[in-house]
T-cell receptor, first 115, second 113 residues
């Protein structure tokens, strides 16, 4: 069974600094996708960034980048130049393309940006 | 802008009530999902629909009954719920199962009293 692990229940970062949120995954499939979502207090899950298992370059989307280390099965999210509005829950998710098409989520990390 | 709309946003119901959650997507997606998010637990996938057909039921109790009349609408019918069913229920859609990212609605915060 696929498994997503986020080991940091909570993280603090100073405004304007960078922060890394950890995510490791477990899969026997070769084709899969990795996702990061942000969930503010309003409840909506906001898509941030996607990395395909065959992508050779790390994904980047504005201030978000994904540090993809396939051999280690890790997909850490890096947020640069943190803003107060970045305070939220962050979820890592994975979808296996062939074995299981459902998107499974980690337990999440609560990020708090301090002014 | 999410393209996925859930109603109601908040719902309080007694254990003997019957209520329904509604989800609507205007993205032309073929796959729709119900997730349950309880406090201090990962999101739990409940149901998956692809082209209006249910493809997965993750051992969800029968007091939760999904309905997908067309690719744009998804319902979750609730009856005789328990207090432990109180949670945030999130609807999502994607282009097809296994393809693309999921777009989420804002969720329905359900409280069972």
């Amino acid at each position: 069974a696929q498994k997503i692990t986020q080991t940091q229940p909570g993280m603090f970062v100073q405004e304007k600094e960078a922060v890394t949120l950890d995510c490791t995954y477990d899969t026997s499939d070769q084709s899969y996708g990795l996702f990061w979502y942000k969930q503010p207090s309003s409840g909506e899950m906001i898509f941030l960034i996607y990395q395909g298992s065959y992508d050779e370059q790390n994904a980047t989307e504005g201030r978000y980048s994904l540090n993809f280390q396939k051999a280690r099965k890790s997909a850490n999210l890096v947020i640069s130049a943190s803003q107060l509005g970045d305070s939220a829950m962050y979820f890592c998710a994975m979808r296996e393309v062939f074995n299981n098409n459902d998107m499974r989520f980690g337990a999440g990390t609560r990020l708090t940006v301090k002014p | 802008e999410t393209g996925v709309t859930q109603t109601p946003r908040h719902l309080v119901m007694g254990m003997t009530n019957k209520k329904s959650l509604k989800c609507e997507q205007h993205l032309g997606h073929n796959a729709m999902y119900w997730y349950k998010q309880s406090a201090k637990k990962p999101l739990e996938l409940m149901f998956v629909y692809n082209f209006k057909e249910q493809t997965e039921n993750n051992s969800v109790p029968s007091r939760f009954s999904p309905e997908c009349p067309n690719s744009s609408h998804l319902f979750l019918h609730l009856h005789t719920l328990q207090p432990e069913d109180s949670a945030l229920y999130l609807c999502a859609s994607s282009q097809n199962i296994g393809q693309g990212r999921a777009f989420f609605g804002q969720g329905t915060r359900l409280t069972v009293v």
